[in-house]
Structure formats: structure tokens, C-alpha cells
């Protein structure tokens, strides 16, 4: 099942509205640190796809990830689309680890490197090149 926020139902609408008619793909992709998160694109549906009309829009997905991931919700804060399913929520963060990963145990990124008890990788460099350059 593919759940779609109505503020994300327009936020789509908006978008398609000038472009050729196309399935709208959920599809897994990796982030930052390695992490998995879910994103979506315009693309043709493949046999090994679910289909799901929603508000007269055609989501796909191939079926093993939704099986492995499914319930979906797409929701939409008016700017960008926040796609979570089971075990997989949108990154959030300061953009250097908005992901939860393994070096911190998957716990999620407070966003301020400088206040983070349990630092990743990445903001251990930032903070070390602060320090070199003070």
C-alpha cells in the first residue's frame, strides 16, 4: 500500500502538470554514509512493478521492495517529499549525515555538529578541521 498526504498530492500535481504523463516511481537509493532512503521519478512501469492510482496519478514499485518495505507514505512539507516505509524514514539533519548510521548506532543527526554527543564520521572531519584552523 502506498499512502499519499493531500499536501503532497498537490505538490505532485504541481510538478507533473507540465511534463509528459508518467508513472511516478518510489525507488530505494543510497544516501549519505551508506544509509538507505526512498526517493521518486518519472519513469515507465517494468512487469516486476505494483501499481497503485492515487488522485489520478500512477505510483510504481517493484514488489519486493514493497515487500520488504511496505507500508509507503509520501507526504510533502510544500517544498520537498518525505518518504518513509518500514525501517526507512526521510534524512533529516544538517546535510553533512541527515542519515542515522552505523557509527552512531542509528541514531538520527541533531542537525548542530557542535552540541552532537555521538558524532559521525563526517562532522568528526568538520570539527577536527575547525580545531586545525583555529
Known amino acids: 500500500m502506498i499512502e499519499v498526504t493531500p499536501k503532497a498530492t498537490l505538490a505532485i500535481a504541481e510538478y507533473c502538470q507540465d511534463k509528459e504523463k508518467m508513472p511516478i516511481r ?28 492515487i ?20 507526504s510533502s512539507d510544500g517544498f520537498s517529499f518525505h518518504i518513509s516505509g518500514i525501517g526507512i524514514h526521510p534524512p533529516l539533519g544538517c546535510g553533512t549525515c541527515g542519515y542515522g548510521c552505523g557509527s552512531r548506532r542509528g541514531t538520527r543527526c541533531c542537525g548542530v555538529c557542535s552540541r552532537c554527543k ?6 568528526q572531519r568538520m570539527r577536527s578541521r575547525r580545531k586545525n584552523h583555529s
Request: hydrophobic share 35%; with cysteine; net charge negative.
Open 55 to 74: 488522485d489520478g496519478h500512477t505510483y510504481i514499485i517493484e514488489r519486493k521492495l514493497m515487500q520488504q518495505y511496505g507500508p509507503i507514505k509520501i
Open 118 to 123: 555521538t558524532p559521525c564520521p563526517t562532522g
Open 26 to 53: 518510489v525507488f530505494l537509493k543510497i544516501g549519505g554514509c551508506g544509509m538507505q532512503s526512498l526517493g521518486l521519478a518519472l519513469e515507465a512501469a517494468q512487469p516486476s512493478d505494483e501499481l497503485y492510482e
